[in-house]
């Protein structure tokens, strides 16, 4: 029993992943989505197998393994745009194929289940931005939280007008502005990083994707809870924490509850032991 409470993370996430696999083979028709969501859910699980396991990077390595075989495989290669302009693009076609499936599994419905998990251990953005040096953040959190509206308008007012002007050859343009989008949030990225002294300020104030992730996330599945018969108050949890997150608090309004990555940084830093899944 206690075999199976520790490992339960991974057997849950290999569960959802291989159910969304099967429903989508079979009602799609599609063998495609078995193996996508298979590959996708094997990586998440085994990386949280290494996490049990304590190896060091194990989510470091979900995040490379994922990240770039949605970069460069779904992305480049097989000229999926998989950002926000694609899923507009899609939804707007009426399509519910590749971006519309991946925006409804990992940030839409999913992080009912599992949070800001794709921010975790799969965004292909803070697979690069996560490598900078400013892990921690230092200086107290900006009011800028606005700015992901600006861009999440910015993002649908293109794709909108791309269809309202009858613009031509959309898969390629579609192409392009995954390729240009991603050149660009990679640039902005790292520059509020360096400004602010915190790899994960565009996911803070930039990313547009937030505006889906939130909202689902404040009702997460999986989240950390603390035992607060054994918390000391100490505050280390909240110093290494990358997204600002007060977790001594068990309450879903707590300070920056729908941020969590679920990287478990402040589980292991936790002198008392008092944080867990
Ligand atoms: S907030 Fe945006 S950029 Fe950051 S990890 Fe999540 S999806 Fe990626
Ligand atoms: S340190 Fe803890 S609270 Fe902060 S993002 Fe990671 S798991 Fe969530
Ligand atoms: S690190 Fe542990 S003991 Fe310290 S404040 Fe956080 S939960 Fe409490």
Redesign the pocket.
Known sequence: MKTLKKYAAPIFMIGVFEAIAITLWLTLNNVFYFFNFTYIGGCISIGLLLYIKKVKYARRIVQLAVGLYMLVYLGLISNENMQIEGFWYYLFLGIFEAATIHYAVAKIFGPLLFGRGWCGYACWTAMVLDFLPYKHPKVPRRKLGFIRYITFSISLLFVTALFFFHVGNLERIMFWSFVIGNALYYAVGIGVAVAFKDNRAFCKYVCPITVFLKPASYYSLMR?KVDTDKCVSCGK?KK????D?D?TNNSRKRINGT?????????DECPKKALHL
């Not at 290494?240 to 997204?243: A, F, H, N």
């Not at 941020?259 to 589980?267: A, S, V």
């Open positions: 950390v949890c290494v924490c990358p997204m997150v977790v941020e969590c990555i679920l990287c478990f940084e402040c589980i």
